[in-house]
Structure formats: C-alpha cells, structure tokens
C-alpha cells in the first residue's frame, strides 16, 4: 500500500491549482501523505498535474528513484499525461490499491565529452536530445557515428536523437516517424537539412550515437527534452545511448496508445469508428 506521494503542478493557470487541491484532499482523505516540496526518496509514487512539460520536468526524478509516474493532463496537447482530469479521482484510487497498469518507457543516456576527456554533463531524457545551432548562427555541420562507425555529417539547423516516446514531440514537428513507445529504437531526425537527400533514420537502441558539430560555428547549444541546455565548445563529443533500466510511466486505464494518438492528432474526426471485424479461424 502506498503511503507517500509527491504531488507536482503546473505552475500557471487556476486549473491545475484547483486540480491539485482536489487531489490532495482525497489523497488525505484516503490517509495517503502528500509531500509538495519536491521529490525524496520517501516518495512512493509521482503524481503529475500539468502537460507533457511538466511531466518531462520530473521524469528523470522517478527514473532514477525507480517510482511510478501518474500523469494527469491539465495542461496541452498530453501524449505523456494521459490521464484526462474528469478521470483523476479513479486514477488516484488505482494508484491507492495498485491497480494501474505500467508502462516501461525507454530513457536515452546523454553525456558531453570535451576534447580533454572531461565530462562537461551527463543528463537522462525520456524525448529526445537535440544538437541546434543559436538564432542568427548559419547552416551547422554535424559529424555522426554510430557503434563506431561514420554515419554523415547532417547540415542545416540541427539534429534530433529521439527515443520512440518521443516520436511524437520535436521529433514529429521535424517531419519524423511516429514509433509506438515500446519499440527498442532511436530516431536520428535532421532539422531543416540543406540536402533532400538528409532523411529520418531509425537505428536499434543498443547502438551508440556519437555527435561532433564541425570547428568554426558558433552559438551551437545542446538541448534536452527541452529542460537542460548546454552551449557546446568546439571539439566536444556527445555521446546517445539507451540508459539502463526504464522509466515507470502509469497507463491511462480508460484509452489506449492508438485512442490517443487518433484524438491528440485529430486521425479520423467526426468520422464512425468501425468495429473489430470477427477472425476466422
């Protein structure tokens, strides 16, 4: 039985704030403690109310203490939080009796080696990785490896590695592949290419991805899953890889994978959705 949670909002607008307050109540009503002060170690479960945002602030919290994470969409498009907030109640609920259903997600390991061999930083990401160059820099040069082995080198704006739960975020927008969240893989998504040729690739996740963006840009800055930024140096190295072991991330028990991206995507609206044809034998 889970006696601790730790409750995170979204710190704009009245909705999540009246949100929280109703499931803090019913949380204590249900003789659960609600910690609000950040995540400890005393935590047993994370329970998010906001967008995906929000929940990509703390995911790597709940990765590496290896709790639950319950999503509950009050802020926009949700492919993460997946839990409406009319559902909330029943979700908490679930938590309560460890009833949920869990999703394995994969998390990307993400390390900045500089020319010395001194790690600049080391980060986890649930999204993506993104190399990109400053607002007024020019065309950039990225030199790509993987296992070892040269890839390319992309020009244009940038270069996306994103995990397969990330297919759905930057990546997307950048004209990538959707992958459903439990396939193995990374997707390396070129931004804006000067060349047509400069296509999305997918590439198994026991690769390692290796990243130098070539001397003489400036303003090139690494950017991960939108909450950590690092402006790079000339002559360092990142390193892409799968992190081992996997985020806990609490499955929405109303809707499915597909249910979601039909309604985040707009697939199929206003149109009958017909029902599963009968197999034979």
Not at 148 to 158: A, E, I, N, V
Not at 168 to 179: E, H, K, Q, R
Request: proline share 4%; charged share 20%.
């Amino acid at each position: 039985m889970i006696q601790q949670v730790c409750l995170v909002v979204k710190h704009v607008g009245e909705g999540p704030k009246a949100l929280a307050e109703e499931a803090e109540r019913y949380l204590a009503s249900r003789g659960i403690s609600v910690n609000r002060d950040g995540v400890s170690a005393k935590d047993q479960a994370i329970v998010v109310l906001g967008g995906d945002g929000t929940l990509l602030h703390i995911a790597t919290r709940a990765y590496e203490l290896g709790i639950p994470l319950l999503g509950i969409n009050a802020g926009g498009l949700g492919f993460l939080t997946e839990v409406h907030r009319d559902e909330m109640i029943q979700a908490l609920e679930r938590l309560i009796q460890g009833t949920f259903e869990l999703d394995e997600r994969m998390m990307l390991s993400v390390r900045v080696i500089r020319q010395d061999g001194e790690v600049a930083g080391s980060y986890y990401a649930l999204n993506e990785a993104v190399v990109t160059k400053g607002a007024l820099s020019k065309i950039i040069n990225i030199h790509t490896w993987a296992n070892g082995s040269f890839l390319t080198t992309y020009r244009g704006d940038g270069l996306i590695v994103s995990s397969a739960t990330g297919s759905t975020g930057y990546n997307l927008s950048a004209g990538g592949p959707i992958m459903h969240p439990a396939i193995d893989a990374m997707i390396l998504t070129p931004i804006c290419p000067f060349a047509l040729s400069a296509r999305p690739l997918i590439l198994p996740s026991r690769m390692r991805i290796k990243i130098q963006v070539e001397e003489g840009f400036e303003e090139v800055c690494l950017d991960v899953d939108g909450q950590v930024g690092l402006h790079l140096q000339h002559g360092d190295t990142i390193e892409i890889g799968r992190a081992p072991g996997a985020l806990k991330l609490i499955r929405s028990y109303s809707r499915d994978y597909f249910s979601i991206l039909r309604q985040k995507l707009g697939w199929a609206a206003g149109i009958h959705v017909p029902d599963l044809p009968d197999q034979a034998d």
